[in-house]
């Protein structure tokens, strides 16, 4: 953060100061919720969770040096300033909100149903070609992720990219309002939170409540390919630019090729100039990630050089696609989540693999009253995809199964009551040589499963 005084920190949440006056001059030098992550100088967010209530440490984060406090509670002896609101939560998001109106730099939202993360990762590494860009750590993408993130930009940061992830309308209206995005990003519109947003025109209308608050003029850019994303064409003004894999396309990609779970090279051109780049993850979907990063680049006034050099640089985020090779063989990791469409993406990704295929699946959650077709169609998509063995574990995941074996009856698969009884059985089940996708929900904390892989069992 910078020249944010608690003056101006306790005027934007509208709370009441506690503390010395000469204190309310001094301007904190970050923000934190989690007490681990506190530094001298920094603010301290004491958000009561479910389990945690970060009032009980507010002793221990004076202690290593915090600036100051924001609390709903003020402790009855504390050892430094604190500023009082009704909401904990709801102050973070209003000093954000505040904050981001000081910046001048462009920040670049980013959302669809599946794929921010990777997209996130890849226009960042785009932009960090001629710009000092921040960017959301991890999946830091809610309306507390949001705004630590925001709060995090300093005076050397010249862009910024952030995720902006929902789950039910009027998230991303709130999101929107404090980040105030001058870029637009839309990957895709798939099948994820159903239970809330209901079908895909519901998450069409959540994810572009973005629009509520974006920078005026500021610029849109979709997958075009997407049946539902293509409809902005006709309710915004001005359109919005346009990627995908066809001419049609503003810009497009052409000329792909299979470079194994190694990666994947194709051109990228929008008709009037062009680069043939070599992106180092696996998968179809990254050369859509690769056309955001190109639009984002281009309208920010990077050239086509510079945009090859951001995406050829860009490196796997552990637990999304991450490619390990062990003596005994290659794992892809993409344990942290998973949802229909990251699914049935992850096994087209395996799909390039020269070996045995091998994919490690488990549950995946918050998919509504149809969560069992959907899990049934990933089994139908595995036998679609060439997969050679599946290994499957959880109770959804039963039907993974049995869409597999309606397939194709010959097909190998497992199914396991547990990750802990799948995990029993693998050193019976892989073989030397294999490549090995791991992926479900994060619930099912298929990271295990991975840890034991790379120790090779």
Sequence with gaps: MKQMTLEKITAACGGSYTGPQEAFAKEITGAAQDSRKIQPGFLFFAVKGERVDGHSYIPAVFAKGAACCVCETLPEHPAGPCIQVPSTLQALKDIAEYYRSTLTIPIVGITGSVGKTSTKEMIAAVLSQRFSTLKTEGNLNNEIGLPLTLLQIQDSHEAAVVEMGISDFGEMHRLSKMA?????????????????????????????????????????????????????????????????????????????????????????????????????????????????????????????????????????????????????????????????????????VLSNALGRKVAILGDMGELGTHEKLLHYNVGCHAVDAGIDVLLLAGELSREMERGARAKNPGQAVRWFASREELMAALPLLLTRGDSILVKASHFMHFEEIVKALRQEI
């Design 180 to 348: 105030r995005p001058n870029i637009c990003v839309f990957t895709n519109i798939g099948l994820c939170h159903l239970e809330c947003l209901k079908d895909r025109d519901g998450i069409l209308r959540a994810k572009t409540e973005m629009f509520d608050f974006a920078q005026p003029g500021a610029k849109v850019i979709a997958n075009g390919d997407d049946d539902k994303l293509i409809t902005l064409k006709e309710t915004r003004t001005p359109a919005p630019a346009f990627f995908g894999m066809s001419p049609e396309q503003d810009l497009y990609a052409d000329q792909v090729e299979n470079l194994g779970l190694d990666g994947i090279r194709c051109r990228i051109t929008d008709g009037c100039q062009e680069i043939t780049v070599t992106i180092p993850i696996p998968g179809m979907h990254m050369v859509y990630n690769a056309l955001a990063g190109t639009a984002v680049g281009l309208s920010l006034g990077l050239s086509w050089e510079e945009i090859k050099a951001g995406i050829e640089s860009l490196t796997p985020v552990s637990g999304r696609n991450h490619l390990i090779h062990t003596e005994k063989w290659t794992i892809l990791d993409d344990c942290y989540n998973a949802n229909p469409v990251s699914m049935r993406a992850s096994l087209d």
